[in-house]
């Protein structure tokens, strides 16, 4: 994933395109609707803060998804037209099986 404005490339866990299709798999994708992320204690941080602020300056996002394995959290960060972001949180709760 290319961020232009912040001359920037990121490879994003899952990134939906909903734009045009990419003419071959070299090219690095400069715009997504959803991004989503999957959160490590090592990555956590970076994730949270510096691709979330780089990911903002893409005019087609919509959502960017936080899915974190370690507290079994999903957040997802909606964008509110010029309004800003709203976040919804969603938590599992009960047994949690990630072999199943």
């Known amino acids: 994933m290319h961020v232009a404005k ?6 994003p866990d899952v990134m939906v395109n909903c734009g045009g ?17 999957v959160l490590s204690p090592s990555t956590e941080v970076t994730d ?13 996002l919509q959502e960017y998804m936080l899915v974190a394995r370690e507290y079994r959290q999903v957040e997802v960060l909606r964008r509110q037209g010029d309004a800003g972001w ?13 072999k199943a």
Do not use: H, W
């Open 48 to 60: 949270r803060r510096e691709k979330f602020n780089t990911y903002k300056r893409l005019t087609g």
């Open 86 to 98: 709203l976040c919804m949180t969603y938590e599992v709760s009960g047994p949690f099986d990630l």
């Open 21 to 37: 299709a990419v003419a071959d798999a070299s090219q690095a994708v400069d715009d997504a609707t959803l991004i989503v992320e």
């Open 6 to 11: 912040a001359d920037a490339y990121y490879y």
